[in-house]
C-alpha cells in the first residue's frame, strides 16, 4: 500500500531534500469536487468536525486538502492506510503521531499552498511564505530581529530588505514549530545568518546552536520557505 499514489492528493508533489533523512512535499490546497468526498475519507471525525467550524466552503475545502495530503504522505512513509495514521495533539498542542516511529512532521500553509515536512531522527519545522507579501519591515525588525540582524538591512533597498526580514522570519518561524513554542517563541533573541544555507548563530535554551541545522526549502521562485531540524 505504501506506493500507492492513490493514496497522497494528486496536488502533493516531492521537492528536493534539504538534508539526511528530510522529506518535503509542495501541495496545492485545492481539488476538483469529485475528488473531495476521497479526501475526506482519510479524516477522522475530530477532523471532519473541525472543517465543518471553517466560515466559508473555500476555507473548509482547504483544511480537507490539506489535512487529507498529510495524511496521505504520513501513510506512505509509515506504510499505513491514510485513515489509519494516528495525529494527536502533543506538548502545546503540536501535532505528532500518536505511534513511535522516529518520524516528525510540520506543516505551513499560506494562501492556497502548504509545505509539508517530514523527518526521521530529529524535531521539524517548516515555514514558507510569499515573497510578494507586504510587511512592516521597520516594525517586524524592532520586535523581532537582533541588533546583527538589524545592521544586515541598513544599507539594503527597501525591497531587498524586506525580502531579506521574510527569509529571517521564515527560519524563527520554522524554528518556533519545532519545539512547539510558536508565537511564544524569543524570536527577538534568535540571532540567523543569512550565508549561503541560513544558520542560527546565538539563541537562548532550547534555541542552542549546536543543536539546530537550517536548510533553506527549494519551493517555487515566488515563495521563501526553510526547514528547521532540532535536536532535542
Not at 516531492?14 to 490546497?29: D, K, M, T, Y
Request: with cysteine.
Amino acid at each position: 500500500m505504501a506506493g500507492n499514489s492513490d493514496e497522497r492528493d494528486a496536488a502533493s508533489v516531492p521537492l528536493p531534500a534539504p538534508a539526511a533523512g528530510v522529506s518535503l512535499w509542495w501541495c496545492a490546497l485545492a481539488a476538483p469536487p469529485a475528488r473531495m468526498q476521497l479526501l475526506e475519507a482519510r479524516l477522522s471525525p475530530a477532523e471532519l468536525a473541525r472543517a465543518d467550524r471553517f466560515g466559508s466552503p473555500a476555507l473548509r475545502d482547504r483544511y480537507v486538502v490539506g489535512r487529507a495530503s498529510l495524511r496521505g504522505i504520513l501513510g506512505s512513509l509509515l506504510a499505513m492506510a491514510p485513515q489509519d495514521v494516528p495525529i494527536v495533539r502533543g506538548e502545546r498542542g503540536r501535532p505528532q503521531l500518536g505511534i513511535d516511529r522516529g518520524l516528525d512532521f510540520n506543516v505551513s500553509h499560506t494562501a492556497g499552498v502548504a509545505l509539508i515536512g517530514a523527518a526521521r531522527g530529529a524535531r521539524i519545522g517548516v515555514d514558507v511564505e510569499r515573497l510578494d507579501r507586504t510587511i512592516n519591515v521597520a516594525g517586524i525588525s524592532r520586535k523581532f530581529l537582533t541588533g546583527a540582524e538589524r545592521r544586515g538591512l541598513a544599507d539594503l533597498d527597501a525591497d531587498t530588505a524586506r525580502r531579506r526580514v521574510l527569509r529571517l522570519w521564515t527560519c524563527k518561524e520554522a524554528m518556533s514549530k519545532a519545539t512547539g513554542d510558536a508565537l511564544s517563541a524569543p524570536f527577538g533573541s534568535l540571532d540567523v545568518a543569512l550565508d549561503d544555507e541560513p544558520r542560527l548563530c546565538a539563541g537562548p535554551p532550547p534555541y542552542d546552536p549546536s543543536r539546530w541545522m537550517l536548510r533553506s526549502a527549494a519551493v517555487p521562485a515566488d515563495y521563501v520557505a526553510t526547514v528547521a531540524l532540532w535536536q532535542p
